[in-house]
């Protein structure tokens, strides 16, 4: 089991990483998204630090670490005020299942841009119809010489505009039985019949949603990422990192909404006491901070046996820590709106837009009623209901 002490090494990245957030901030990160675009000087500055590549192997360039200094890394920019969701995806996604199941070309091809920043690839899983369930994934890919031919749709799939390639989840027949069973391929930008329609969101953010068509596109036999055989497993090396990651970005909001509602409830005086000495304003604020505190302990927990190569034991740690996070988040936020009322709902105090932010962490990657079917079937033995 983890120490329940960070060590020095965590303690002081935290600091730096929190150091860096705090000097651009959430106004920095408002002004990128009214401006349509991406937040390329903190993710060029996060990058130079090490921290895009603080998971990666230390031969490509990366930090040699592993979810758990990631996961600290996007929580303290959260906690500033300016997460940067793609830190997800790039990294700990694609990056994390390329270290582990990529051949050597693909691994020098990709790993060393990915930490220092220069190249990003986004993750197609979602389909309109099967969600996120591997097991209904209509992308199919078919052998057409020594090539793959890929065609389907997916959606929801986050930064594909500046990413230099996707990887696709898809599925492709088994030799022996006919049946179909999920694989992962890098589907470059530029690839003939790969095209991409950005979703019209009402929630804003500097990273665009995509819907994406892949229309016969043609992959050589090196697009191909590990063992046509082991999908299931490389695939959920990727997912189990993107639960604990979804609980950093969710904890790192809740903190900073908790963290502006103190401020806020220590200055502001109402019949000459501060609100935050009233039980009705503090006790809730209080809540909201044991349960994000509660939170991070599971994702660390997670991050340590994902790290420490207990695929089995992390999925369900990593599960549990994105449900504790989502709900501790939207908790947090709630509460921060309410605390400062109609202030709450202001530009200047930047909280009314995380309302609808935090909930993304309730549904993304996962929803939390399917987190919810996976402990009663997994861990309590339950029998399923589908």
């Avoid at 930490?115 to 994934?137: C, K, L, Q, V, W």
């Avoid at 090196?222 to 695939?235: I, K, P, R, S, Y």
């Avoid at 034991?313 to 994105?322: F, L, P, T, V």
């Amino acid at each position: 089991m983890p120490t329940l002490m960070e060590t020095e090494e965590h303690k002081a990245l935290r600091a730096a990483a929190s150091a860096l957030g705090k000097r651009y901030g959430r106004d920095y990160l408002t002004t990128v998204t009214q401006e349509g675009r991406y937040p390329d000087e903190l993710w060029s500055e996060a990058a130079k630090l090490g921290y895009l590549g603080v998971n990666l192997p230390e031969a490509y360039g990366g930090g040699g670490g592993g979810i758990a200094e990631l996961s600290i890394v996007l929580e303290e920019l959260g906690a500033a005020g300016c997460p940067l969701l793609m830190l997800i995806v790039s990294p700990a996604i694609c990056g994390t299942v390329i270290a582990r199941f990529g051949t050597d070309t693909q691994k020098q091809q990709w790993l060393p841009g990915i930490a220092e920043g220069t190249r990003t690839m986004a993750f197609g899983i979602t389909e309109p119809d099967a969600g996120s369930n591997s097991h209904r994934i209509t992308t199919t890919a078919r052998r057409d010489g020594a090539d793959y031919l890929l065609t389907g749709r997916k959606v929801f799939v986050s930064g594909v505009d500046i990413a230099d390639a996707t990887l696709i989840v898809g599925r492709t027949a088994d030799a022996r039985t006919g049946t179909l069973k999920p694989c992962l391929f890098i589907v470059p930008r530029d690839a003939p019949g790969f095209e991409r329609r950005p979703i019209d969101m009402e929630i804003q953010s500097a990273e665009k949603q995509f819907e994406l068509t892949l229309d016969d596109v043609r992959l050589p036999a090196d697009a191909l990422v590990g063992d046509e055989d082991a999908g299931l497993l490389q695939l959920f090396a990727g997912l189990n990192p993107e639960r604990v990651m979804t609980a950093a970005f969710a904890i790192g909001m809740g903190r900073h909404a908790v963290a502006k509602a103190v401020e806020y409830a220590r200055d502001r005086t109402v019949w000459k006491t501060p609100i935050g000495a009233h039980q009705a304003i503090a006790h809730p604020l209080a809540q909201a901070h044991i349960d994000l505190e509660l939170a991070r302990l599971m994702m660390q927990k997670a991050a340590f046996l994902y790290d420490s190569g207990d695929d089995a034991a992390a999925g369900e740690a990593a599960n549990m820590a994105k449900y504790a996070a989502g709900e501790a988040c939207v908790k947090a936020v709630d509460q921060a709106v309410h605390t400062l009322g109609g202030n709450g709902l202001t530009r200047e105090f930047g909280l009314g837009s995380l309302i609808t932010a935090a909930r993304v962490s309730r549904i993304a990657p996962v929803s939390r009623e399917m987190i919810l079917n996976y402990v009663s079937h997994q861990t309590l033995g339950l029998p399923k209901s589908y």
